[in-house]
């Protein structure tokens, strides 16, 4: 009986012939290269044609918009920017300043005006100056301190102010009260569109100031009068204001 041993050795992986292996290396290059392709060049090919018909629509829905513009551009509101243009009044009306007496006290009590929307500031104040000045209408309980008579010379609203000519019937008769109260019913009125404007009063083109003083009684006036200056200079228990 023999005594040899018989050793299985591991048998060597059977290699692919050179031809099958060539096949293989190309199939996975070809693979990887349509992968490549699609990524690089379809995909953003498709996101490419996505964002044309996208803008080709947001241009049509410009079209649209400047059509419709083109055909309501009548019944649009338009505004006017230039420089230097007049004010307009948009948000208030302007206001007539006439008097109420209660006990000791005299209250300003303003009665506003209708005006258009168009009207210029010079042409509403204007109305309303010419309202006072006309007097109380019959069946109100409207008190002037202003004489009968008293005409509006000029009026001019310049950015540093207001200019206001009257004539001399402005300056005729009563005391230092009708004349105080006189100067505040022409001020307020004046200033109902822009509370904080300075008004320049004068009669029959002379400045009523320190050099020319209002009427008998000389009462004496800053120039520019402003309503704040106003309450400081005069008595707050002779004159107030529901305004």
Same mark, same amino acid.
């Given at each position: 009986?023999?005594?040899?041993?018989?050793?299985?050795?591991?048998?060597?992986?059977?290699? $692919?012939? /050179?031809?099958?292996r060539?096949?293989?290396?190309?199939?996975l290059?070809?693979?990887?290269?349509?992968?490549?392709?699609?990524q690089?060049?379809?995909?953003? /090919?498709?996101?490419? @044609?996505?964002?044309?018909?996208?803008?080709?629509?947001?241009?049509?829905?410009?079209?649209?918009?400047?059509?419709?513009?083109?055909?309501?551009?009548?019944?649009?509101?338009?505004?006017?920017?230039?420089?230097?243009?007049p004010?307009?009044?948009?948000?208030? /009306?302007?206001e007539?300043?006439? $008097?109420?007496?209660?006990?000791?006290?005299?209250?300003?009590?303003?009665?506003?005006? %209708?005006?258009s929307?168009?009207?210029?500031?010079?042409?509403? #104040? @204007?109305?309303?100056? *010419?309202?006072?000045?006309a007097?109380?209408?019959? =069946?109100?309980d409207?008190?002037t301190? #202003?004489?009968? =008579?008293?005409? !509006?010379?000029?009026?001019?609203?310049?950015?540093q102010?207001?200019?206001?000519d009257?004539?001399?019937?402005?300056?005729?008769?009563? =005391?230092?009260?009708?004349?105080?109260? /006189?100067?505040?019913?022409?001020?307020? %009125?004046a200033?109902?569109?822009?509370?904080?404007?300075?008004?320049?009063?004068?009669? *029959?083109?002379?400045?009523?100031?320190e050099?020319?003083?209002? =009427?008998?009684e000389?009462?004496?006036?800053a120039q520019?009068?402003?309503?704040? @200056?106003?309450v400081?200079?005069?008595p707050?228990?002779? !004159?107030?204001?529901?305004?």
């Open positions: 009986m023999s005594t040899h041993r018989i050793i299985d050795f591991p048998k060597k992986p059977r290699r $692919l012939s /050179r031809p099958w060539t096949a293989l290396v190309s199939l290059i070809g693979g990887s290269a349509v992968g490549l392709y699609w690089g060049v379809y995909v953003p /090919r498709q996101q490419s @044609q996505a964002m044309v018909v996208q803008l080709e629509e947001l241009t049509d829905s410009v079209k649209q918009i400047e059509a419709w513009l083109q055909n309501n551009a009548a019944e649009l509101p338009t505004t006017d920017n230039s420089v230097g243009s004010t307009k009044i948009a948000e208030r /009306r302007p007539s300043y006439w $008097l109420t007496v209660s006990g000791d006290e005299i209250i300003l009590t303003p009665q506003p005006l %209708t005006v929307t168009d009207a210029e500031s010079e042409v509403a #104040i @204007q109305a309303a100056l *010419e309202m006072l000045l007097g109380p209408k019959q =069946g109100t409207d008190v301190a #202003i004489p009968a =008579g008293t005409r !509006l010379l000029s009026l001019e609203v310049l950015p102010g207001i200019y206001i009257l004539s001399d019937d402005f300056a005729q008769g009563g =005391g230092s009260s009708s004349m105080t109260t /006189r100067v505040a019913q022409i001020l307020y %009125t200033t109902s569109l822009e509370p904080e404007a300075g008004v320049f009063l004068s009669v *029959e083109g002379q400045p009523l100031d050099n020319s003083p209002l =009427g008998g000389g009462l004496v006036l520019p009068l402003t309503r704040a @200056q106003f400081k200079d005069f707050p228990n002779l !004159l107030k204001s529901t305004n």
